[in-house]
Structure formats: C-alpha cells, structure tokens
Nanobody, 124 residues
Framework: QVQLVESGGGLVHAGGSLRLSCAAS????????MGWFRQAPGKERELVAA????????VYADSVKGRFTISRDNAKNTVYLQMNSVKPEDTAVYYC?????????????????WGQGTQVTVSS
C-alpha cells in the first residue's frame, strides 16, 4: 500500500488561493492515476479532481472547474491541487487518493490508498 502525506491546508479568505501537496511513497508513483477528494461536515466524500499517470488527462468536479488545477511531478512522487478563487463552500477536509485509474468516459476509479487529510477552511 502507498503511504500518502498531504500538506498545504489552512485558513484562507474567500477569493484567495491555496496549494495542496500530496507526497507518495514507493517507486511506482508514475504508474497510476491520483485523485483529490474532499469531505465537508455532514456530507459524503466527493471527488474534486483526478489526474492520469502521466498528467495527460485530468478530470474535475463541476463545482471547481476553472478554479482548481491538479498537477503532478513524477520525479518528486507528488501531486498538487492549486486552488484559486476559493469559496466558503470549498471548506472541507481534503484527501489524496492513490493507485486509481481514469476510465475512457473520464470517470475516476479510486484506489485503495488514502492520506490522512488536510483541513481547508475558507472564510467569507
């Protein structure tokens, strides 16, 4: 199982920016897709964005399209989530997921490895 460590969360004002990072262990990082999920209090965990093994394909939730960007650096075993123009409704715990895949229809199938989560709070 892949070990994942998220960082970069915190408190930000609405309209501001934040960049999350997720560092993965192991030597197979470049062979699988990665995803970012979030879970707000009282709500189910939802996909925010995912990226293919080589960065050639990415998918986003409609609620973050045009504001968030997912990227990866396979040399550093790290995936990023750049969050711009954040809104109070983006407040949640953000989780990194590894060993996933993106289907032909653009759906992200999550893998079995999860990080511990990082809190993002957006104040209005």
């Amino acid at each position: 199982q892949v070990q994942l460590v998220e960082s970069g969360g915190g408190l930000v004002h609405a309209g501001g920016s934040l960049r999350l990072s997720c560092a993965a262990s192991g030597r197979t990082f470049s062979t699988y897709a990665m995803g970012w999920f979030r879970q707000a209090p009282g709500k189910e965990r939802e996909l925010v964005a995912a990226i293919s093994w080589n960065g050639g394909m990415s998918v986003y939730a409609d609620s973050v399209k045009g504001r968030f960007t997912i990227s990866r650096d396979n040399a550093k075993n790290t995936v990023y989530l750049q969050m711009n123009s954040v809104k109070p409704e983006d407040t949640a715990v953000y989780y990194c997921n590894a060993e996933g895949r993106i289907g032909y229809s653009g759906q992200y199938f999550f893998g079995g490895s999860w990080g511990q989560g990082t809190q993002v709070t957006v104040s209005s």
